[in-house]
């Protein structure tokens, strides 16, 4: 089991950048593939980007392709998301997930297992 917890969130401006951070616990960070996930007040929770056991692999949604960024660092066990270019909507809470990967470089849009318990993020326009 592992559990997360999430760090970085705030208030931006249009344009501007902000950097998330999910530390794990547990002794088998590297088992796990990782990901983020973003939920808009009146909106369903929907993925953002995925990353492999090792960070071999990448996987984003459309709307954040080319802004945003996930790394992973296991001695750390610790995944980051880069937030550039941020827009408006991109406003929401934004969680960290694990899904056990039994495959080195499997990376999937869900469902995950485990949550962290969120981190706001507002873009102003």
């Given at each position: 089991?592992?559990?997360l917890?999430?760090?970085?969130?705030?208030?931006?401006?249009?344009?501007?950048?902000?950097?998330?951070?999910?530390?794990?616990?547990?002794?088998?960070?590297?088992?796990?593939?990782m990901?983020?996930?973003?939920?808009?007040?009146?909106?369903?929770?929907?993925?953002?980007?995925?990353?492999?056991?090792?960070?071999?692999?990448t996987?984003?949604?459309?709307?954040?392709?080319?802004?945003?960024?996930?790394?992973?660092?296991?001695?750390?066990?610790?995944?980051?998301?880069?937030?550039?270019?941020?827009?408006?909507?991109?406003?929401?809470?934004?969680?960290?997930?694990?899904?056990?990967?039994?495959?080195?470089?499997?990376?999937?849009?869900?469902?995950?297992?485990?949550?962290?318990?969120?981190?706001?993020?507002?873009?102003?326009?």
């Amino acid at each position: 089991q592992v559990q997360l917890v999430e760090s970085g969130g705030g208030l931006v401006q249009a344009g501007g950048s902000l950097r998330l951070s999910c530390a794990a616990s547990g002794r088998t960070f590297s088992s796990y593939q990782m990901a983020w996930f973003r939920q808009a007040p009146g909106e369903e929770r929907e993925f953002v980007a995925g990353i492999s056991r090792y960070g071999g692999r990448t996987f984003y949604a459309d709307s954040v392709k080319g802004r945003f960024t996930i790394s992973r660092d296991n001695a750390k066990k610790t995944v980051d998301l880069q937030m550039n270019s941020l827009k408006p909507e991109d406003t929401a809470v934004y969680y960290c997930a694990a899904k056990p990967a039994q495959i080195e470089d499997a990376v999937h849009s869900g469902p995950y297992d485990y949550w962290g318990q969120g981190t706001q993020v507002a873009v102003s326009s």
